[in-house]
């Protein structure tokens, strides 16, 4: 074993592409002979080549992002092609046919066709640039990954190609940015900070890991030869007065970039984000949820004479807060008039350096080394506080108790002592009985809401990671590149929990520094008539962890050991280019992924909270999981119809093992629940895409899956909630999981007018509408005492189809542009369903019978059950109709519940300048 490692670590790893290479070839226009020494070259660059005998060419190395490139031979007119966009690890093709310069002339400029085609890719992959997240009516990241193909969203997160939440990696500039807990995204980027984002849903290579359904790689804007800058505001202000369509919504935007006045060759990019908003969540209408979002970022770059490579230092941090209104459940939130919704707040920063050398002219080395630090706080929020310390509305919610986590983190007091003596002195019990309760009710009965006290939970997540990564690529004539490197990743993960106030010893505590070690092996081979990628990985997970061996023996302590994993995944990718204008590819990959942390450390190495959590039969973490395994199978074919119109075809199947479930384990003297390896996932389908670039004044993109994914659960407690809450016993078959989307239909229409355009009031304008149909998820049907009617997911909720419009106008101002946008979201307000109940699949009817009158009696003023909020008449006596009907008016509003919609009708105007 240790051989193998020795072999894979001087391997080494690289894993997220900052470069692409362009090639082509240069030949004479009227003869079409080649011109050997001819000389390309990348403005704003020093990246350049010369021609062959036989006039090819090949740019290494070229920097992801949108370039001039020139080309130049002495007795020949020089072409330059403007717009030409280079995408992180891929080749871009660019052929020239030079004129002889009869009459010295001073060249001739066109904008490079973006191709339709990419022939180096074996995957599927798709990149949007940030001209093009400009023109789509989205204002997240996260918007823009849910238009790909394969793609689903559902309360639960992303899901790529029938995959969990927790599959996908996120790259920032090639550092990971994803939470180890539970497996999210970390760092959320501002539009004004990406230069592209780049979706990798099928076939990705050997150099990405730890992932089983997707990548996303963001690649950060850098400053270029000019300075750049740009200042946005977006708002709904002006519709204040209309609830429906006025949240309170504000976001403002800024960059700023370019050289240096120290030298060109530094170059600085700074932007930044706020947005604030009184009602951030989903829902069928406007809902109290406020949120405060924050974030920046600095990138400085120093370019390397004669193109020998770039030294860059980037910085991010943000914060992120908000309360929950409510969450999807099929119990309402009962909380639903309780002033102490849950708050979160996540802080966030990042922190890196690279520096890209090229020893030879096709040899490149790289170093990337970086700390993230993420914290996330969980709890009621202390109000009293910050009403006292005069909090503005920039400054950080507080947490009820918060001052306790300095003495977790500096161990000043015994953990324990904090988190069950401590913290529950600053709570008040939350309770649904009681002459409190019914005194604070809306209505006249208690056991329904809770209407006083502290939401019951209380965390505070903190991690931070230190990572270092080397690669070594080097390009052997026109056919290998080469890839080989060196990962290294090591976490400090904090995490005290204090769970219901109700149960004294519901808590717990870890403080874990895993670390993880991964290098990959690839070769790129380009021969022509077939590009190859043929890739290994090895991957190589310490938990440094420990746990007790008999968790439900009291009278044995003895320790168990984590055990170290490690995994070999294979790659290959090919793509045969049948024609200049058609494509086939073939990818097969096994990939695997180590679980989050939660699962394996939840209730492990603290004695008292195991002992307790088993007693009462709750899960605990498991020390000894297996990374969890996919293999998937992809073909596809890419053909070009016409010179701008594409359509390409996509058919992909995926089998996945070893995903995390909980489970009951028999031991003696008593058995216990938690987590293992069991679930099993099957997704197969195939995806359509059209496409037709700009040309004549619009695009169209339209794509097409149709998806089948069935699993043994959808998540990795599904089993133990639906066990407690219904009795399920474990599945034997797999079915259709919750958030199985069978189709999904994407439509982008754009419509780019000139500054020339004949109709002056339409000179610089842009629209881009965006068409999505979804079919409905599946649910469970049960009956009112949670009896199966069907089997599992056998009903499906009703689907819906949904409009986004963008509208954009520039005014240019001398060397200032003027930019006035809307976006409208669900632009006919059509109803969207998101969740219904299962004992009647409609979203705001649970199905409970009217009550029979003679349920209810006379309750009189004297009487402890009596409320004024039921009494009717007001005559000192609840008679059992007013009874009833408060009855009946209390279930509705119990089961009403908006966020089981999408949004109706929203808009949003924005007004900025950029130049």
């Not at 942390?597 to 899960?619: E, K």
């Amino acid at each position: 074993m240790r051989s193998i490692l020795c072999i894979f670590t001087a391997c080494g790893l690289l894993l997220a592409g900052d470069f692409g290479r362009i090639t082509g070839r240069i030949v004479d226009r009227e003869t079409g002979n080649p011109l050997a020494g001819a000389d390309v070259m990348v403005t704003g660059t020093e990246c350049g080549a010369a021609t062959d005998e036989n006039g090819a060419y090949a740019v290494l190395y070229v920097p992801v992002g949108t370039y001039a490139i020139s080309a130049s031979y002495i007795g020949y007119t020089p072409y330059e092609y403007i717009s030409v966009v280079v995408h992180a690890d891929q080749i871009t093709r660019l052929n020239f046919r030079l004129s002889p310069a009869v009459i010295e002339v001073g060249g001739i400029t066109s904008v490079a066709e973006r191709p339709m085609i990419i022939v180096s890719e074996t995957s599927t992959s798709r990149a949007v640039t940030a001209d093009e997240m400009k023109r789509l009516p989205a204002t997240t990241l996260d918007e823009i990954v849910g238009l790909q193909p394969g793609v689903v969203q559902s309360y639960r997160g992303t899901h790529v190609r029938g995959g969990r939440p927790d599959e996908v990696m996120y790259y920032v500039d090639g550092i990971i940015a994803r939470e180890p807990y539970y497996g999210q995204q970390s760092a959320i980027l501002s539009y004004s900070t990406v230069e592209e984002i780049t979706m990798v849903s099928g076939g990705f290579d050997a150099e990405y890991g730890d992932a089983l359904s997707g990548i996303v790689n963001i690649a950060t804007k850098e400053g270029g030869i000019k300075h750049t800058g740009a200042l946005h505001y977006y708002t709904d202000e002006i519709f204040s007065g209309h609830d429906r369509v006025h949240y309170g919504y504000n976001r403002y935007e800024f960059s700023l970039g370019g050289p240096t006045l120290l030298a060109s060759r530094i170059r600085y990019f700074l932007s930044g984000e706020l947005m604030l908003t009184d009602a951030y969540q989903e829902a069928r209408y406007k809902v109290p949820s406020p949120r405060m979002d924050y974030r920046a970022q600095a990138r400085l770059s120093y370019l390397l004479p004669n193109a020998k490579g770039k030294i860059t230092l980037s910085g991010f941090n943000e914060r992120r807060q908000w309360i929950y209104w409510d969450r999807y459940t099929d119990d309402p939130n009962t909380a639903k008039y309780s002033d102490s919704k849950p708050m979160n707040r996540i802080k966030n920063w990042m922190a890196s350096g690279k520096v890209n050398y090229m020893i030879t002219p096709k040899t490149l080395v790289s170093l990337n080394a970086g700390i993230t630090h993420y914290e996330r706080a969980l709890g009621a929020r202390d109000y009293a506080w910050e009403d006292s310390a005069g909090r503005q509305w920039y400054d950080d919610y507080r947490l009820k108790a918060e001052h306790l986590i300095d003495y977790i983190l500096d161990g000043t007091l015994p953990v324990r002592d904090v988190l069950v003596d401590s913290v529950l002195q600053y709570h008040i019990e939350p309770d649904n009985t009681g002459i409190l309760a019914l005194r604070h009710s809306p209505y006249g009965m208690d056991g329904w809401f809770f209407t006083y006290g502290d939401y019951n939970r209380w965390f505070y997540r903190q991690n931070d990671d230190y990572q270092m990564r080397f690669d070594l690529t080097h390009s052997s004539g026109k056919v290998h590149e080469l890839k080989t490197g060196l990962d290294f990743v090591r976490y400090r993960c904090i995490f005290p929990y204090r769970g219901s106030m109700r149960i004294i010893e519901s808590w717990d505590y870890y403080d874990k520094r895993p670390y993880k070690i991964a290098s990959f092996i690839q070769d790129k081979m380009d021969f022509g008539g077939l590009i190859a990628r043929l890739g290994v990985r090895f991957d190589y997970f310490d938990p440094k962890a420990f746990t007790y061996a008999a968790p439900t023996d009291w009278e044995n302590d003895s320790i168990l050991r984590s055990k170290i994993n490690h995994t070999i995944s294979p790659r290959i990718g090919i793509s045969l280019p049948v024609t200049d204008r058609m494509k086939f590819r073939f990818n097969y990959g096994h990939y695997f992924q180590f679980p989050y942390f939660d699962p394996y450390y939840l209730w492990t190495d603290t004695i008292a909270p195991v002992r307790i959590q088993v007693y009462r039969g709750n899960f605990i973490g498991n020390i000894t999981l297996e990374p969890q395994r996919t293999v998937m199978y992809e073909i596809g074919l890419e053909t070009l119809l016409t010179d701008d119109v594409a359509f390409g075809f996509t058919a992909y199947f995926k089998d996945i093992y070893d995903l995390l479930q909980i489970r009951e384990v028999l031991a003696i003297p008593s058995s216990y629940i938690h987590y293992v390896n069991v679930d099993y996932g099957n997704v197969k389908g195939f995806e359509i895409n059209l496409n037709k670039q700009m040309s004549n004044m619009w695009a169209l993109g339209i794509n097409y899956t149709l998806q089948f994914a069935k699993g043994t659960a959808a998540d990795a407690t599904e089993w133990w909630y639906d066990n407690w809450y219904y009795g399920t016993s474990v599945p034997v078959i797999d079915h259709w999981l919750d958030f199985d989307e069978r189709h999904s239909i994407h439509a982008n229409i754009d419509v780019e007018l000139p500054g020339n355009f004949f109709f002056v009031p339409l000179q610089d304008f842009l629209s881009s509408i965006v068409i999505a149909f979804h079919s409905g998820f599946p649910y469970t049907p049960r009956d009112l005492r949670g009896n199966l009617l069907g089997e599992e997911n056998s009903a499906r909720m009703p689907g819906f189809w949904n409009v986004d419009l963008r509208l954009r106008r520039r005014f240019s101002i001398g060397p200032i542009d003027l930019v006035l946008n809307g976006i409208i979201y669900n632009l006919f307000n059509t109803e969207q369903v998101l969740y219904v109940y299962s004992t009647t699949g409609k979203p705001d009817d649970h199905g409970d019978p009217e009550p029979p009158l003679d349920q209810f009696g006379n309750v009189s003023i004297s009487s402890y059950y009596y409320s004024p909020q039921a009494d009717h008449s007001h005559d000192g006596l609840i008679t059992p109709i007013e009874y009833k009907q408060e009855w009946i008016d209390m279930l509705a509003d119990y089961y009403e519940n908006p966020v089981y919609y999408n949004h109706g009708f929203r808009a949003q105007v924005g007004i900025g300048i950029e130049f």
